[in-house]
């Protein structure tokens, strides 16, 4: 988002802000940032703001930007600001933010008309600069994302330079809403999500089942041409080995709380130690416990120490569809692309330093050759780096130099846009992660490679090199997909649930006219059985459109319609649901080997 864009949204979320407190003058404000797609306000208030309440606020809004209020900046000291905000009616949440600021920094409010807000800025010159805004919707926000404290009414809005930009948005947004993964996969029949299993675990159903078997075998393929050897490891570990890799402690927001054995449990009980005595013992290691994995890599590294490796072993290539566990917050939790359970498409490859560069560039190849296959072509790359100022990070220094040195070189091989975020590192690595436009032009974030030196390091890794002494290898960790369960739930929302043949749960479905053609509709069935597809047969008594629509309906990317004078020539009607018209008839034999060979070449439907 550039500088311009990020000035109209933050200033239109003070706009919200102030309209809010017009029509709601007991409103308690918390924040209201811009964002990559707009902004939003939080409020604490006893009314539930209704459709009808964002229309008015909206038509107030437009009343404010008509004064065309002036944005005034102006610094206080931390005692006057308190002081302000108390006049304000502001203090409940307003107090909070001011004590987030650091000692020494600057304190700032701005002011337009009758509105004043403890802000940072930026902001434009007056209101009237705002030309194109849009309320969009109301959610629930726990106050500072945490579910222990109260929770805010959170309007979110969106706003443009130009009018046209925020029509061209909303289009979108509509589109957007009718691809919701979500939706299309209830009315598919993909996945669940049952409250009694738990929030944010996916519940793959069958036809969900046959696009993430489909997928992982995409990705074996190519894994399988490029060297890699699969391997399975536990859902669980024990802590020391993740104090040892450092996802324990430096991971620990993100991770399920450890799982305790029993007799520990007990000594806990008979000495009446509180939880809050009792985590320090397990921080120290004074108890031991397990953790649900919230990654594969300390595993894999125990595989690869497990045997003694001579420099001629290298590049040793571990990949494996592994299962992690990460908490997340109740209220971020959405469908299949934000989750608490999920399947990597993971590898590790382990390396020397003369085989890096070649390493990165095989993982970038293949995270392409993914993308072009699902028609996701145009991307942007971004570097993330670590913030030499943190304590976030792990390794030494000269370690973190080379490996940030190689992320960049192989960026550049690219061709394609990249930008360096600096302080986005994984806390043991620099990584490039790939955000990818889907075809109506929403970024997502898809596929990542990162290099680590430090685990190699903590874990005390080594090979035999051709001075026949040991040597510390490279760690590469890369995964194209990301997660099948996010990887899947974005591809439902790019095809619209219309996937291509080879991905489509169900390819063919065989409908019949009459009853008696269903010798011949059953012989149909089985070729096509016989040749590998996924097919159904349609012999009810419905009419031939309500059989095409169900069909269509349900997504099923082929159908052969059989009739009485298709079965006396040994032929079938063919139509595609892409096209929604008869594609002709065909002799049985071609037109199998025709949608097979669309399913075996992973073919694109029409408009990919």
Known sequence: MNED??????????????????????????????????????????????????ANIEREMAKIVSENQKFEKFELSREDAAARIRENGQEEFKLGRLSDIPEGEKITFYKNGEFCDLCAGPHVESTGQIKAFKLLSVAGAYHRGDEKNKQLQRIYGTAFAS????????????????????????????????????????????????????????????????????????????????????????????????????????????????????EPKIESGDVEGFLLKPMNCPFHVEIFKSDPHSYRDLPVRLAEFGNVYRWEQSGELNGMTRVRGFTQDDAHIFCTPDQLDGEIQGCLD??????????????RVRISLRDPSSDKYVGAEENWIKSEAAIRKAAKTLGVPFTEEIGEAAFYGPKIDFVVKDCIGREWQLGTVQVDYNLPERFDLSYIGQDNKPHRPIMIHRAPFGSLERFTGVLIEHFAGNFPTWLAPEQVRVITLTDEVLPFADEVFKKLKKRGLRVSMDASAEKLGAKIRKAETEKVPHMFVVGRKEAESGRVSVRSRV???????????????????????????DGF
């Open 5 to 54: 864009l990020l000035k109209i949204r933050h200033s239109a979320s003070h706009v919200l802000a102030t309209a809010v407190l017009r029509l709601f003058p007991d409103a308690k404000l918390d924040i209201g940032p811009a964002t990559d797609t707009g902004f939003y306000y939080d409020f604490d208030l006893g009314h539930k703001f209704t459709a009808e309440d964002l």
């Open 579 to 605: 096209r929604k018209s008869f594609e002709g008839v065909k002799v049985v034999e071609d037109a199998v080997e025709e949608i097979a060979g669309d399913a075996e070449s992973r073919a694109l439907p």
């Open 163 to 278: 009018k046209e930009e925020l029509e061209s948005y909303l289009k979108c947004a509509e589109e957007a809403k009718l691809r919701d993964h979500r939706k299309i996969g209830k009315e598919m029949g993909l996945f669940t999500i049952v409250d009694r299993v738990g929030q944010g675990l996916i519940l793959w159903k069958p036809k969900g089942a046959v696009v993430r078997q489909s997928l992982q075998d995409f990705i074996l393929e190519l894994l399988n041409e490029q060297g890699y050897q699969q391997v399975f490891t536990p859902h669980i570990g024990k802590l020391g080995l993740f104090r040892t890799s450092g996802h324990f402690p430096y991971y620990k927001e993100s991770q399920f709380v450890p799982i305790v054995e029993r007799e520990d449990l007990q000594k806990m009980a008979e000495e009446n130690l509180s939880v809050a005595e009792f």
């Open 366 to 379: 293949l995270v392409r050759e993914v993308f072009a296959t699902i028609g996701m072509k145009e991307y």
